[in-house]
Each structure stands twice: as C-alpha cells, then as structure tokens.
C-alpha cells in the first residue's frame, strides 16, 4: 500500500517556520526519503545551508530561487520587484512538476505563502498545486499570512506565533540562532 502524503503549513509572525522545515528535513533524511528543498524570498546565507551543503546527502537537493538581490520586497523599486517576480514564477514553475514526480517523498517551500501576499503568485495557482500533487508526496509550506481558503485546502496548519523578540530591543539577528 502506498503512503498518503499530507500537505502542511506553518505559518505566523513567530520565529521558527524554517526551523520546523529544516526538522522534517532532518528526520526525513534519517529514514532514507528523496526531499527537494525550494527556498523563495530567501537568498541570504544561514546555518542550517551551510550544514546542508557540507553534509552534500545524496537524497537532498536544494533550490534557491531568489538570486538578483539581497532586499527584502518592501525595499525594492518596481523594476527589481519585476525581476524577483520571474524568479518566483520559475521556481513556481519547478514546484509544479516537482509534485507529479515519482521519486519525491517530501518538498519543503520555504516562504512561498509570501509570494501570494506580493502578488508574485496567486493562491489559487498555489490550491491547484496541492490538488494536484502525487498523492504520496508530503509537501510542507512556510510563510507569513494565510487564508481561510489555504486552511481549508491543506491537511495540517500550525500558527508560530511571537510572544516576545528581542529584536524589538534594536538585537540584529544572531549568527547561529536567528540564520
């Protein structure tokens, strides 16, 4: 009998999302699963990449997606927002027959609900890729906001929520804690 894959969510203003991701990473890895790791509207360099590619497993490919700037969205200029946009769409693109392959057991997405939020993809296109997927694929999102459409289109939906950030006492973000 083949394994039903489920569709996961972690979402909030809370520190942790990718945290989460790279856990199933890990723990997938550990049990011998084939995992495409897509990274969108990240780009700068963490901990968590730098122990991916060092380890260099045969079963983990990663993509990043995101390549022309080291801005977040709400600092760029429209032309920039143009060129991060067909970025997004390609690595959409890659999401989309990522899900229809055969030898996939997990995909992590890394941000992609704040390509919705941008506009750089809809999140209709995103329900069509979940509807869609092999059945036996686990597939895992991060991102800031969500929709009701969202909750009810997915199978699991955790909210990361922040209580308290010692970044709002003026901390930058810590090498080996926060990247």
């Not at 045969?58 to 970025?87: C, G, H, T, V």
Request: glycine share 8%; hydrophobic share 40%; proline share 2%.
């Amino acid at each position: 009998m083949q394994k039903k894959g489920y569709t996961h969510i972690y979402y909030g203003d809370g520190k942790g999302k990718t945290s989460i991701l790279n856990g199933m990473t890990i723990r997938a890895l550990g049990y011998g699963w084939n995992i495409k790791y897509l990274r969108f509207l990240k780009n700068r360099q963490s901990g968590e990449m730098l122990f991916f590619e060092q380890i260099n497993h045969p079963r983990l490919e990663i993509y990043d997606f995101y390549s022309s700037s080291q801005k977040f969205f709400w600092e760029m200029n429209d032309q920039e927002k143009a060129i991060l946009k067909e970025e997004m769409r390609g690595g959409f693109a890659i999401l989309q027959k990522l899900v229809q392959s055969d030898n996939v057991d997990l995909i992590i997405v890394d941000e992609l609900l704040g390509c919705i939020v941008n506009g750089l993809i809809t999140e209709e296109e995103l329900i069509a890729v979940i509807k869609t997927k092999k059945p036996n694929i686990e597939l895992a999102f991060s991102g800031h906001h969500i929709t009701q459409n969202l909750i009810d289109n997915v199978d699991l939906v955790s909210n990361v929520k922040l209580i308290k950030h010692y970044f709002y006492e003026k901390i930058p973000a810590r090498k080996g804690i926060e990247f």
